[in-house]
């Protein structure tokens, strides 16, 4: 299965906007790349994905590498809400259509008012 | 927005108990998933589902059993309990495909 490498963590100061970097060289044509973000406490939550283009939504926006070995999540204008887990994730899917998620550590994003 | 709710949400155990964890779902979800977190790990994916009557294993499926009874209910069942088990639990649930996953709260069990 196609893994995926983040940096340990990131800070920021309110108001900025993140750049959280992730790097897939080994990724399928069919695999969707997905980023969902943890709070202590909580389960995962889904933040976006996208397979080619760049996508955008009220969350953050995608920005995918032309040759799909990296992507980087944008995270408009943080607020202390955004400090969580993110974690940049590979869709591979299983016999029937089902989605197998592969987590890793993920990103640790620390944001300081 | 999709429900996933999970019971109980903390639980400890001896070693060799038999614990059950349960998910329910509401939003009529076709596949269910269970993960564990655990610090150095991230998720793992211990047992999945189709939907009711089907289980399938996982990354880490060992000295785990799951049931799906039904499309909203998805058990994970440890028989005997090791305290190795000792950890969080996360039920996951999603319309299958290009889909996303929606997460439950999570269930912290500790296997003394």
């Known amino acids: 299965d196609a893994k995926t490498t983040q940096p340990d963590s990131m800070e920021s100061t309110e108001g900025e906007t993140v750049h959280l970097p992730c790097s897939h060289a080994?990724?399928?044509?069919?695999?969707?790349i997905y980023w969902y973000r943890q709070v202590p406490l909580q389960g995962p939550e889904y933040v976006t994905h996208?397979?080619?283009q760049n996508t955008t939504n009220s969350m953050a926006f995608l920005a995918i590498a032309s040759d799909r070995k990296s992507s980087t999540l944008i995270l408009p204008h943080v607020s202390l809400r955004d400090a969580a887990v993110y974690h940049c994730?590979?869709?591979?899917?299983?016999?029937?259509?089902?989605?197998?998620?592969?987590f890793g550590e993920g990103t640790k994003l620390t944001v300081s008012s | 927005e999709a429900a996933v709710t999970q019971s109980p949400r903390n639980k400890v155990a001896v070693t060799g108990g038999k614990v059950t964890l349960s998910c329910n779902q509401t939003?009529?979800?076709?596949?269910m998933y269970w993960y564990r977190q655990d610090t150095g790990h991230g998720l793992r994916l211990i047992h999945y589902?189709?939907?009711?009557?089907?289980?399938e294993k996982g990354d880490i499926p060992d000295g785990y059993k799951a049931s799906r009874p039904s499309q909203e209910n998805f058990s994970l069942i440890l028989e005997l309990a090791t305290p190795s088990q000792t950890s969080v639990y996360f039920c996951?649930?999603?319309?299958?495909?290009?889909?996303?996953?929606?997460f439950g709260p999570g269930t912290r069990l500790l296997v003394l």
């Open positions: 996951a649930s999603g319309p299958g495909g290009q889909d996303t996953q929606y």
């Open positions: 939003n009529n979800h076709n596949n």
């Open positions: 080994t990724i399928s044509g069919n695999e969707y």
């Open positions: 994730i590979l869709r591979v899917a299983n016999q029937g259509g089902s989605a197998k998620l592969i």
């Open positions: 589902s189709y939907g009711a009557g089907s289980t």
């Open positions: 996208g397979l080619q």
